[in-house]
T-cell receptor, first 110, second 115 residues
Framework: DAKTTQPTSMDCAEGRAANLPCNHS???????VYWYRQIHSQGPQYIIH???NNETNEMASLIITEDRKSSTLILPHATLRDTAVYYCIVRHDGGFKTIFGAGTRLFVKA | DADVTQTPRNRITKTGKRIMLECSQT?????MYWYRQDPGLGLQLIYYSFDVKDINKGEISDGYSVSRQAQAKFSLSLESAIPNQTALYFC??????????????FGPGTRLTVL
């Protein structure tokens, strides 16, 4: 599975959009981009995933660049409860292991 | 009610003791996993099971064993606990999607301390 690079931490004002970047320059054609988050010491929570097209669900939007070497997770209206560590991972078709790196610690401030 | 539950949520034990962590799920998924997380670090896969008769080792299985008692239950045992097994343990489940990699759903975790 391809390696990902994320900023260590980010701040966001409550009510504003939080844009979390992820680089995955070695991604291959059959690898999906997944995002999870982990609120302090709780179980990781699935957010969204995608292959080529941009995706949106009730939690977030995922924007994947045309060359698929990077992506951005967007939380459209961040709340204090969105403060967490966000993990971007790539996983090949049929892959099942969830191997997290260090992730991005997002602080949402009032 | 939570889809994936873990018991106990917290446990303190002594070196050399045998301990079992239990995981139950109501999602109806075939695949179940055990991960550990050390402070400030990511997840490491201990064991996984794709169905009731299937058990597979992950990256760090030494010192651990598992039992898949039913589709909904997957237990992790530490045969003789040691202090460096102090960690947060997560159970997860998944159901393979058609042509895509699994989306995994995690339990709330068990915080284990070995003295």
């Amino acid at each position: 599975d391809a390696k990902t690079t994320q900023p260590t931490s980010m701040d966001c004002a409550e009510g504003r959009a939080a844009n979390l970047p992820c680089n995955h320059s070695t991604i291959s054609g059959n690898e999906y981009v997944y995002w999870y988050r982990q609120i302090h010491s709780q179980g990781p929570q699935y957010i969204i995933h995608g292959l080529k097209n941009n995706e949106t669900n009730e939690m977030a939007s995922l924007i994947i660049t045309e060359d698929r070497k990077s992506s951005t997770l967007i939380l459209p209206h961040a709340t204090l409860r969105d403060t967490a560590v966000y993990y971007c991972i790539v996983r090949h078709d049929g892959g099942f292991k969830t191997i997290f790196g260090a992730g991005t610690r997002l602080f949402v401030k009032a | 009610d939570a889809d994936v539950t873990q018991t106990p949520r917290n446990r303190i034990t002594k070196t050399g003791k045998r301990i079992m962590l239990e995981c139950s799920q109501t999602k109806g998924h075939d695949r179940m996993y055990w991960y550990r997380q050390d402070p400030g670090l990511g997840l490491q896969l201990i064991y996984y099971s794709f169905d009731v008769k299937d058990i597979n080792k992950g990256e760090i299985s030494d010192g651990y064993s598992v039992s898949r008692q039913a589709q909904a239950k997957f237990s992790l045992s530490l045969e003789s606990a040691i202090p460096n097994q102090t960690a947060l343990y997560f159970c997860a489940t998944s159901e393979p999607g058609t042509g895509i990699s699994d989306t995994q759903y995690f339990g709330p975790g068990t915080r284990l301390t070995v003295l």
